[in-house]
């Protein structure tokens, strides 16, 4: 896996604030990083489902040499999850709802796995989990970052990708953050080792409640594998 390339994109929220040029923009972003594997961890939509469909034609243009995968974040699941999966899928997405499997890359194998959202969802880390090989790296989507406090106690999970909090949106010299979704208090954004577990929390291209970002850009986040210099078979990140 030394080399293996992950583009993520998080909280797209198409509209009302986010219009499709900056969708297009990352969507070709994407494309220059010649990724292994995109993944997409949720809140494609902000209060309308239907709205995903407008979408659609640009999603569909992101590619991968083993796939495009997301999960749905509590903004989907809110509007509807049916609906938003729908267009996620017309896209070429393919959507973990509690769900995982394993597959092969090169002489090595990956696993990845996916929970529905954490807040207005059902989310089955342990049926995520199930169908996963043992002893081998394993990749977890989750929209809430914070729910790596138990999910990595429950199996061994290498990296869990994650969104949610768009870094805070609006972060003040001094004050921080200070609005913070829930399960997105902790992990705010960035890379953290949470007990034998990574956790990245990408910042998201979108906005919600208002308009702006401050001091908080928008993220495309390349991550790539990489072995150990003493060759445990557990893979980290450069």
Known sequence: LDGFKIVQLSDLHYLPFTKLDLIEKAVAQVA??????????????????????????TLSRLNAKYGVFAVLGNHDVRSGARIVRQGIEEAGISVLHNCGFTFDVGNSRLNLAGVDDCIWGHPDIHAALAPLA?????????????????????????????????????????????????????????LHRVNNSWLYTNRGLGMVSMPIRFNCPPEITEIVLAAPSDKRSDNVLS
């Open 32 to 57: 220059t990083r010649k990724p292994d594997l995109v993944v997409l961890t949720g809140d494609f939509v902000t209060h309308e489902a239907e709205t995903i469909f407008g979408a659609v034609q």
């Open 134 to 190: 043992p002893r081998i790296p394993t990749l977890l989507l989750a929209h809430e970052p914070d729910v790596i406090d138990d999910f990595s106690e429950v199996g061994p999970i290498t990296l869990q990708l994650s969104g949610h909090t768009h870094g805070g949106q609006v972060r003040l010299p001094l004050l921080g953050t200070p609005v913070l979704p829930k399960l997105g208090e902790k992990y705010v954004q960035g």
